[in-house]
């Protein structure tokens, strides 16, 4: 048995969210216990900075490393915290704080490479690259207790999308002996990781992949009608007293990325400020309030998912679970149950895995199986070309086994 950190702020960035975990056995007899679950908010100037540079502001080297050591910093103090009347963990699972993500692509043009002895020609490439910021050699100098982070750059490296990670874990908390289960969790992005029932060679049945927007827009939406003042709407209020507008969800769901067949990923770099601008300019045509606005995105997030499982799943789940903030956004859950009847619409706390800290807790099983030497990737997933060891390794100073 080992007790272990996972920590990961995600797309929406309102918070360091850190659980502890007690976990033993490997794979399919795996069992987590969750001893403590909390979520840290940055202070607002680290928060606003983050957004910034995920909006695609610039920095210099100068600002970007010390962006990059507070937000380590901010995750250490999240470490440290989780800890405080609880057993001292023995391993750090650290997603950090996604900056950028680019999913494989054709189109990127790169120099040829000159090694001194010949010309490689390089002229494109598919390989994706993602960016989390909060470095794993502070964080286990800081809290002193070893730690995996980076956990995306090796699936990258053999061609996977490095998204989503979590339904590897997912496969073996959340799965069941007679449902096919979707367990869709809803950040600032959206994504679904679809378990067959335990029957056959059900692992090789998984699919998951980021469904599109998920509170990203809605948080952009309130942010920029209430100049600052509020940062998302809390229980879906206010888009529930709006009316979405149908044509414009349709004409919204035309777009590329939805059609896209999976594996994909994506992230605040398309559903962004200026998608944001787009949709607001869409909805000027068919005069709609802020809260009609609203509820169009909220049924935008919604649409998406039920979309994206009518087009790609094998079939259709027996049940889905929700866990991520959507979760408790009363409107979306409402809206996803409606449109997805008669599957019935739970939460991952259901089932027994908390929803608020699942993500949290997944990459704690990650570092676990990273410690254990076993692969946390699913290639039918991301991607990939094959399973591998997932995350880099930081032992602290005082280690013994340090070097």
């Not at 915290?81 to 963990?89: E, K, V």
């Not at 910021?133 to 980076?150: C, D, F, Q």
């Not at 367990?183 to 378990?195: C, E, P, R, T």
């Amino acid at each position: 048995m080992m007790r272990v950190i996972g920590l990961i702020s995600g797309t929406s960035v309102d918070g360091i969210d850190a659980a502890l975990v007690e976990i033993s056995g490997k794979d399919l007899d795996i069992e987590v216990t969750l001893l403590a679950g909390a979520t840290y908010p940055y202070p607002d100037a680290l928060s606003k900075q983050i957004l910034e540079v995920c909006g695609g502001a610039s920095l210099s080297m100068a600002e970007f490393a010390q962006l990059d050591d507070a937000i380590a910093s901010a995750f250490a103090q999240a470490a440290q915290n989780i800890q405080n009347g609880n057993p001292t963990a023995e391993l750090i699972g650290s997603h950090g704080q996604n900056v950028y993500h680019r999913p494989p692509t054709d189109d990127l043009e790169l120099p040829i490479l000159d090694s001194g002895l010949k010309k490689i020609p390089n002229p494109k490439s598919k390989m994706g690259y993602s960016l989390q910021l909060g470095r794993g050699a502070l964080i286990a100098h800081l809290t002193g207790i070893p730690t995996v982070n980076n956990f995306r750059a090796a699936d990258i490296a053999v061609g996977g999308q490095g998204a989503p990670m979590v339904p590897a874990v997912d496969a073996y908390l959340l799965s069941h002996p007679d449902k096919h289960r979707c367990v869709q969790n809803i950040g600032g992005i959206g994504n679904v990781a679809y378990l067959p029932a335990r029957q056959g060679n059900w692992l090789e049945d998984i699919r998951g992949w980021d469904t599109g927007p998920g509170n990203a827009l809605l948080d952009l939406t309130v942010q920029h009608f209430t100049n600052g003042s509020k940062t998302y709407d809390q229980d879906g209020a206010w888009a529930a007293t709006g009316t979405p507008c149908k044509a414009l969800v349709d004409q919204w769901l035309s777009q590329d990325y939805f059609q896209q067949s999976p594996p994909k990923s994506t992230g605040r770099e398309l559903f962004s400020f200026e998608y944001l601008q787009h949709c607001i300019a869409d909805a000027s045509a068919y005069e709609l309030s802020t809260s009609d606005l609203l509820a169009t995105l909220t049924e935008l997030t919604a649409a998406s998912i039920v979309h994206s499982y009518r087009t790609f799943l094998p079939r259709m789940p027996d049940e889905v679970l929700l866990c991520g903030g959507g979760s408790r956004n009363l409107y979306l859950k409402q809206r996803l149950q409606a449109t997805l009847e008669p599957v019935p619409v739970l939460t991952t706390d259901e089932a027994g895995v908390s929803a608020d800290f699942k993500e949290a807790i997944a990459f704690a099983v990650l570092a676990y199986w990273r410690n254990l030497g076993i692969p946390g990737n699913l290639p039918q997933v991301t991607g990939a070309d094959k399973a591998v060891l997932l995350g880099d390794v930081h032992l602290p100073h005082n280690s013994k086994d340090a070097r």
